[in-house]
Nanobody
Framework: QLQLVESGGGLVQPGGSLRLSCAASGFTLDYYATGWFHQAPGKQREGISCISSSDGSTTYANSVKGRFTISRDNAKNTVYLQMNSLKPEDTGVYYC??????????????????WGQGTQVTVSS
């Protein structure tokens, strides 16, 4: 069974950090680009970061550039999102997404082959 399972969400104060994990089962994550999407309360799901499997290149949305870092551990079949300097507007559900290709093809939802179930992040004092 193909699965993406996120973990690492929680409640954190502004300025704090969290590391999200996305563990894949049923397929080798390194064969595909993997992204993270954020859905704030009442808003549409938006892409924030992607890591390519073809060359390891990464992309970031302007809203998280310089604060978030995406990485992968092929041995663990897991992709991570290190989130630093968190802001209240980072609150929402974070979804891991496996692309249809091995390269990051933007943050278009139709480019996604599989979604994780999401993990809640709340940034509040």
């Amino acid at each position: 069974q193909l699965q993406l399972v996120e973990s690492g969400g929680g409640l954190v104060q502004p300025g704090g950090s969290l590391r999200l994990s996305c563990a894949a089962s049923g397929f080798t994550l390194d064969y595909y680009a993997t992204g993270w999407f954020h859905q704030a309360p009442g808003k549409q799901r938006e892409g924030i970061s992607c890591i390519s499997s073809s060359d390891g290149s990464t992309t970031y949305a302007n809203s998280v550039k310089g604060r978030f870092t995406i990485s992968r551990d092929n041995a663990k079949n897991t992709v991570y999102l290190q989130m630093n300097s968190l802001k209240p507007e980072d609150t929402g559900v974070y979804y891991c997404a496996r692309y249809r290709h091995n390269y990051c093809s933007g943050y278009v939802l139709t480019e996604i082959g599989y979604w994780g179930q999401g993990t809640q992040v709340t940034v509040s004092s």
